[in-house]
Nanobody, 120 residues
Framework: QVQLVESGGGLVQPGGSLRLSCAAS????????MGWYRQAPGKERELVAD???????RYADSVKGRFTISRDNAKNTLFLQMNVLKPEDTAVYYC??????????????WGQGTQVTVSS
């Protein structure tokens, strides 16, 4: 089976920075797109940023210019560098990987989520 393990969340002041990591492990054949989603209280989960296997990123308008998504394919790891954080960035952030297992079963896998709180 596949597991996504997230880390890097925490409490930060407005204007601060955090770097989230997501390490994928298990019976992975290949990983296609990976992405970060977030869910704030009372709101639906939304896409923050994603990145193709070739490294092409895209971002939600709300984070464009502040966040940078990247991946290390050799380590099956996804990153999200978050700069100039705002209170509205407060949410649980989830890692997503669209991958094929060694059994060639394709599916979307999710991490457990990591809390990001931006507050004075």
């Amino acid at each position: 089976q596949v597991q996504l393990v997230e880390s890097g969340g925490g409490l930060v002041q407005p204007g601060g920075s955090l770097r989230l990591s997501c390490a994928a492990s298990g019976s992975i054949f290949s990983i296609n797109a990976m992405g970060w989603y977030r869910q704030a209280p009372g709101k639906e989960r939304e896409l923050v940023a994603d990145i193709t296997s070739g490294g092409t990123p895209r971002y939600a308008d709300s984070v464009k210019g502040r966040f940078t998504i990247s991946r290390d394919n050799a380590k099956n790891t996804l990153f999200l560098q978050m700069n100039v954080l705002k209170p509205e960035d407060t949410a649980v952030y989830y890692c997503n990987a669209q991958l094929a297992t060694m059994s060639l079963v394709e599916y979307d896998y999710w991490g457990q989520g990591t809390q990001v709180t931006v507050s004075s």
